[in-house]
């Protein structure tokens, strides 16, 4: 017995690879979070050049220094409302595995809030909300204080045919 109360109190390994440094942002009044380590840089808004025949939560391409970068809107991917910008919204540069190899995407955000070290303890298993949903790109569920924080899988945020149109449209 003491064995068995041993082993379910240890984190699973899928856990403890969760934890970390995450920088969170916000889209409407939901708080997101990205591991740091595929955060390249966060940019102020900036001219998007639309391209044609994109699905409508990519925004289109901007120049950064010389390198193409598609630009995708997080809110329009995650289904929320458009709302225009802000002061306060940018670009978060990701980076993340495309078809090709690794890619650069920029995520327009409404806000960016803070890095924040995040526990083992504190992050839930991802909850299920039928067969029907695809949660895959959820890490999991972050409890800071008297909220959560959704924690993002950026990789999985698109998948692979959507992946595909950004390394075209770059």
Same mark, same amino acid.
């Given at each position: 017995?003491?064995? &068995?109360?041993?082993?379910?109190?240890?984190?699973?390994? $899928?856990? *403890?690879?969760?934890?970390?440094?995450?920088?969170?942002?916000?889209?409407?009044?939901?708080?997101?979070?990205?591991? +740091?380590?595929? @955060?390249?840089?966060? @940019?102020?808004?900036?001219? @998007?050049?639309?391209?044609?025949?994109?699905?409508?939560?990519?925004?289109?391409?901007?120049? =950064?220094?010389?390198? !193409?970068?598609? !630009?995708?809107? =997080?809110?329009?991917?995650?289904?929320?409302?458009?709302?225009?910008?802000?002061?306060?919204?940018?670009?978060?540069?990701?980076?993340?595995?495309?078809?090709?190899?690794? &890619? =650069? +995407?920029?995520?327009?955000?409404?806000?960016?809030?803070?890095? &924040?070290? $995040?526990?083992?303890?504190? @992050?839930?298993?991802?909850?299920?909300?039928?067969?029907? =949903?695809?949660?895959?790109? $959820?890490?999991? +569920?972050?409890? +800071?204080?008297?909220?959560? #924080?959704?924690?993002?899988?950026?990789?999985?945020? &698109?998948?692979? #045919?959507?992946?595909?149109?950004?390394?075209? *449209?770059?």
């Amino acid at each position: 017995m003491a064995e &068995l109360m041993k082993t379910t109190d240890q984190p699973s390994k $899928i856990t *403890a690879d969760k934890e970390g440094k995450y920088l969170t942002f916000s889209l409407g009044e939901e708080e997101y979070g990205i591991s +740091i380590l595929k @955060i390249k840089e966060i @940019i102020g808004m900036m001219p @998007i050049t639309p391209v044609p025949k994109t699905p409508a939560f990519v925004n289109g391409v901007i120049n =950064l220094r010389g390198k !193409v970068i598609p !630009v995708m809107n =997080l809110r329009l991917k995650f289904g929320m409302e458009e709302v225009p910008h802000t002061e306060r919204t940018c670009i978060i540069v990701v980076e993340t595995r495309g078809v090709q190899g690794t &890619l =650069l +995407i920029g995520i327009v955000v409404d806000s960016v809030s803070e890095v &924040l070290n $995040i526990k083992n303890g504190d @992050i839930e298993e991802t909850p299920v909300f039928g067969a029907d =949903l695809d949660t895959d790109y $959820i890490l999991g +569920i972050a409890k +800071i204080n008297d909220g959560v #924080k959704i924690l993002l899988d950026i990789d999985r945020v &698109l998948n692979a #045919k959507e992946i595909s149109i950004t390394d075209k *449209a770059a």
